[in-house]
């Protein structure tokens, strides 16, 4: 990072304070914006067929796993980079990136993946740490698996849980220790050929968390993953497979963040869920990527593919997610209701500011019998950014009785942003029901006069009347992570009103 | 829709391409306008490059054209037109109240059965399209290569085939008080219709206008309409469409609608006819306080494929635009509502309202329902709805227990949800008539004969 700054400053020592400086003034809000140094093993920039053998051979994976990788490069070296969201971006130079960063700590093991706690690299768990994530296991309430950069330093309570036959572990050590599960799901739900993002992640997957819980088990604390990127031009290709089994229940948490970086970085991960009959899976993510600077200058690129399917009877998805980081979300988090009387659920709040690009949505797939689905999305864009909902309902021939209901409403805060709305909904059954409702407004003079006149200032005025506008999603929110939300609602609308 | 990138295109499109390109070039031979020579060979070159949109086109992946590219449709035989409908056959059509009337058969006006054109109203003027190219000098600016004709495929095969059609001027201040209503008559099979039109409404002035398409027999033949209006200063537009020709029949139609401030624009569609039909409103307000009204009702069964779309640009301050699109649709019917009301930043204390409802009357029927909103001004009040099902039971038991046989109270909910937006027609003469249209094909189409249960 310092090499680029020198590079691009030539000016006197003085003038490159001040660059720092007014950096630093502009990001004063974005605590997750430091970075940490440690030593690393980072791949040289560049992706060709070499560097997916490279990464497999990095991973000691097997035979399988890389042909797997292999088939997809394939795949995605015929395919363009889309560009139909209502996001605008230059093209990216995928050879421009390095596709393997890791921590490596001199004194610790080198062997990794035995299975038993690792010893985790000082400046990463203090990293960690800073970030308010227990990866120690300090947390009575919460198993966190640890991502840094393009592997998982840490996963905690994994005793614990196995107790319970639940498998809560690292993506890399699933294709390890568990083939036969990883290869009887992986790509079921998000095949590689799905999109050109998905197909990216298949070849050149980093790490991620994979979870299954066992029949008729109700995992007893929150499963969370904590995503951090660390380096500069790394991309991180999460691969996450959460399996509920017949009758089961997990929640399962996911929070992200990166260093203040002036240039893109590419977050392009896979996510699938698998529900059986009768089990409940509760998946929230709070997305506090790097946003970029006030001038739209670097950032994260959030081009996700997450996706889950209720493959038996009475299984229940529910997406819950607060969307406020990130230059560009690119993310449709959906539901395949596949089982009968199966229930999808899709909760978002999704805030931009600044030159923040969002069109996130959700598809809800409806192919058994009496399918429910509800979606409550919330867009609130402030500054010079475009929000979009893009979301999609579609009611197969075979699903009698389904029912949905879609409500999106957009606040525009200021006169300089977007906010948009494009759901398509396709109903193939008569006897289903679908109802689709989108307002846009913007935050009443009168509520916020009433507000003043009680002595409430303007901007906690305003947070007050967000929050409450988003109420509907918080509450689907675990408890933590529900305050977490309304925090970083408040930081990321700092500014916005003046 | 920018596609720079050369597109693949089928065998049997380039041969339908090359067919329609050959026909245009054959219009070009005998063409004395230089404008519109030059014109139809600009379209021909964006038809060769673009051809016809596919599924992978967004705008086109409900409404498939596959049955239409099969097609190798001819121009109307100009020479041999006579009086190939008899005033009888015209009667079938004429509505109950007095009019002022226009009739093209097959694509051309038909001076026989039209009204005297040169003992209008004052106020009111009206050309046949053949005839204005000859008299006026200013048509070929209607096709600068920017045009926003050429931003869609049937526009630009409309230019490429351009034959015949009307324009129409209503001057300052005046209110014609009758409604003009113009017939499209299909008598022959295996052709197609262009008929390009351009309706101007100068400050002040009023106006109805009935256009309606219907067919002869069942005949197998293509309808493909560009309508251009403007509605200038405070000026107001009724305009009611209807759309009923042969179950065998395409039907496309553009319309292209600048609005200046102050001015009321009101417009109705009803779609009942043709195996494909896209009726398509491109409305541009271009002033303040400008309030329009688009509405549309829609009935399909069997194969047909009913589209409908609007796209409404908000541009200045204090617009209010209404919407509201019925689809009623059984057996393996296919309905594509696409709506898009865009508010551009400048456009504060816009007032925006789309509804699409929808019911499916059998379980193969589909609906695909596309209601968007893209708005970039804060102060304003948008909204759109879109809901699909199939009668609420309560409703058909609440009926029957007033002593209404269920098949009659199927027929009467069904009557009542499809009748709502033809409560916005604001002549009483007209309402009652497209009442009847609709009710008349709703009823006795078919719809209600087997879907008993």
């Known amino acids: 990072m310092l090499d680029e700054k020198n590079i691009t400053s030539s000016g006197s020592s003085e003038t490159q304070y001040q660059e720092i400086n007014d950096l630093l003034d502009k990001n004063q809000h974005y605590k997750e914006g430091f970075f940490t140094s440690t030593h690393v093993e980072t791949f040289e920039k560049g992706l060709n067929e070499a560097v997916v053998r490279a990464i497999s051979a990095k991973k000691n994976e097997p035979e399988w796993m890389l042909a797997f990788r292999l088939k997809a490069f394939k795949h995605w070296q015929t395919l363009d980079e889309p560009h139909w969201a209502k996001a605008e971006y230059t093209p990216l130079d995928y050879q421009d990136y390095s596709y393997y960063s890791a921590p490596t700590c001199g004194s610790c093991d080198t062997e990794e993946g035995s299975g038993s706690e690792q010893e985790i690299d000082p400046e990463v768990a203090k990293a960690f740490a800073e970030l308010g994530v227990p990866i120690m296991g300090e947390d ?12 998982s330093v840490s996963t905690n309570k994994r005793e614990d849980l196995s107790k319970l036959g639940i498998i809560f572990c690292s993506f890399s050590e699933a294709v390890q220790d568990y083939p036969e599960l990883v290869q009887k799901y992986m790509g079921t739900v998000v095949p590689y050929h799905d999109n050109y993002f998905a197909a990216l992640n298949s070849a050149v997957a980093s790490d991620g968390t994979f979870v299954y819980i066992p029949e008729n088990v109700h995992c007893p604390i929150d499963l969370s993953t904590y995503f951090r990127i660390n380096e500069a031009k790394t991309g991180q290709f999460e691969r996450t497979i959460l399996v509920a089994d017949k009758g089961s229940y997990v929640s399962y948490l996911e929070g992200c963040s990166a260093p203040v970086r002036d240039t893109y970085q590419l977050h392009a991960a896979v996510v699938e869920v698998i529900v059986m009959d009768d089990a409940e899976v509760k998946y929230s993510t709070v997305q506090n990527w790097y946003s970029g600077t006030d001038d739209g200058e670097g950032g994260i690129l959030n081009f996700v593919t997450k996706r889950g399917i209720c493959e038996g009877k009475n299984a229940k998805l529910s997406w819950t997610q607060a969307e406020t980081g990130s230059a560009i979300t690119w993310k449709y988090p959906s539901c395949i209701l596949k089982g009968d009387n199966s229930i999808g659920e899709f909760y978002s709040v999704a805030l931009t500011n600044r030159r923040q690009q969002a069109d996130t949505g959700t598809k809800m797939i409806h192919i058994g019998k009496n399918t429910r689905s509800t979606i409550i999305s919330k867009g609130i864009s402030a500054g010079f950014s475009d929000n979009t909902y893009r979301g999609m309902v579609k009611i197969l021939p075979s699903a009698e009785g389904a029912r949905n209901f879609t409500q999106c409403d957009s606040m525009l805060i200021g006169d300089q942003c977007g906010a948009h709305t494009f759901p398509y909904i396709e109903v193939e059954n008569a006897t289903a029901q679908v109802e689709h409702e989108a307002t846009t407004s913007r935050i009443g003079e009168d509520q916020l006069f009433y507000c003043k006149q009680r002595g409430i200032r ?26 977490e939300a309304e925090e970083l609602l408040a930081i990321s609308l700092e500014g916005s009103v003046g | 829709m920018s596609n720079k990138r050369t597109r693949k295109i089928s065998p049997m499109a380039t041969a339908a391409v090359e067919h329609y390109v050959g026909l245009s070039n054959s219009l070009n031979t005998s063409e004395v306008s230089s404008g519109v020579f030059a014109a139809r060979q600009h379209a021909q070159s964006l038809l060769l490059q673009l051809a016809f949109p596919t599924q992978r086109d967004e705008q086109w992946q409900y409404t498939k054209l596959v049955q239409f590219v099969q097609n190798r449709f001819e121009l109307p035989n100009l020479n041999a037109q006579k009086t190939t409908l008899s005033k009888d056959e015209l009667e079938q059509f004429t509505p109950p109240y007095e009019r002022i009337q226009l009739i093209f058969v097959d694509g051309v006006l038909n001076c026989d059965l039209s009204d005297d054109l040169s003992s209008l109203p004052n106020g009111l003027r009206i050309q046949s399209m053949r005839d204005e190219l000859q008299n006026s000098t200013s048509v070929a600016s209607w096709f600068s290569e920017d ?11 409309n230019t490429a085939l351009f034959t015949d059609g009307f324009v129409l001027n209503v001057a300052e201040n005046s209110a014609i008080e009758l409604p003009v209503w113009v017939l499209h008559v299909q008598t022959q099979d295996n052709q ?7 309706v101007q409404l100068a400050r002040n002035a009023e106006l109805t206008l009935v256009q309606q398409f219907v067919s002869l027999s069942e005949v ?11 509605v200038a200063n405070s000026a107001r537009m009724r305009q009611v469409v209807l759309q009923q020709q042969a179950e065998a029949s395409f039907y496309f139609h553009n319309q292209f609608v600048s609005q200046a401030s102050n001015s009321d624009f009101n417009t109705f569609y009803a779609g009942m006819g043709s195996v494909l039909s896209r009726h398509q409103n491109h409305l541009s307000m271009d002033g303040e306080h400008i309030e329009n009204s688009q509405n549309s009702a829609c009935l399909a069964r069997q194969k047909q494929v009913v589209d409908s779309r609007t796209h409404t640009l908000h541009n200045q301050e204090w617009g209010a635009s209404r919407q509201l699109h019925k689809y009623v649709l059984a057996d393996s019917a296919v309905g594509v509502f696409d709506g898009m009301i865009r508010v551009d930043r400048q456009a504060q204390k816009t007032d925006g309202q789309m509804d699409n409802k929808n019911l ?38 609440y009926l029957q227990a007033r002593g209404i046989p269920r098949s009659q109270a199927i027929e009467m909910i069904t009557k009542a949800f499809l009748m ?33 249960k």
């Open chain 1, 140 to 151: 009575a309430n919460i198993a966190v698996d640890a991502i840094f950069d393009s592997v």
């Open chain 1, 458 to 483: 303007e901007e906690d005025a305003i947070s007050m009347i967000v929050n409450g506008f988003c109420k509907e999603v918080f509450s689907e929110l675990p408890l933590e992570f529900a305050q």
């Open chain 2, 147 to 157: 045009a926003l004709v050429f931003s869609e495929p049937f526009g630009v095969l």
């Open chain 2, 192 to 198: 197609i219709s262009t008929l390009t039109n351009r």
């Open chain 2, 220 to 230: 197998q033949a293509c309808t493909n309409v560009v309508t251009s209006i403007e």
């Open chain 2, 360 to 397: 499916l009357l059998s379980n193969t029927a589909k609906m695909n329902s596309k209601p968007q909103l893209e708005i970039y001004a804060d102060d304003v009040k948008c909204s759109h709805g879109s809901a699909t099902g199939q009668i609420n039971p309560d409703q058909i038991f």
């Open chain 2, 420 to 452: 709502e937006p033809v409560e916005t027609i604001n002549r009483s003469e007209v309402k009652n008539w497209v009442g009847k249209q609709l009710s008349n094909a709703l009823l006795t189409g078919g719809y209600f004969s087997g879907g008993d």
